[in-house]
């Protein structure tokens, strides 16, 4: 059963920095591309960042530059590292991956950047 878990959500100023971790429960960090999506209160769920199985990575333009996506396959985990944080970052922050045409979500963490 597949299962994903995020932490290391958390409020922060703006300017400041997180690191968020993702822990794949199925085992499939090495081989299926793990993506972050976040969702801000009332507002539609948004993509974020990707890394492939080959560590080819994608930002959404509003993080580029600031966030950075990148995984440990021996742990089963996937970060987001934030930096520069502003407020319009706050929101729910989730990770997510597609198998054998199943999308699995984490719970979410909580992201709230104060100004």
């Known amino acids: 059963q597949v299962q994903l878990v995020e932490s290391g959500g958390g409020l922060v100023q703006a300017g400041g920095s997180l690191r968020l971790a993702c822990v794949d429960s199925?085992?499939?960090?090495?081989?299926?591309?793990m993506h972050w999506f976040r969702q801000a209160l009332g507002k539609r769920r948004e993509w974020v960042a990707t890394i492939t199985s080959g560590d080819s990575v994608r930002y959404d333009t509003s993080v580029k530059g600031r966030f950075t996506i990148s995984r440990d396959n021996d742990r089963q985990t996937v970060y987001l590292e934030m930096n520069n944080l502003k407020p319009e970052d706050t929101a729910v922050y989730y990770c997510?991956?597609?198998?054998?045409?199943?999308?699995?979500w984490g719970q979410g963490t909580q992201v709230t950047v104060s100004s």
């Open positions: 199925g085992s499939g960090i090495s081989i299926y591309d």
């Open positions: 997510q991956t597609n198998r054998r045409g199943n999308d699995y």
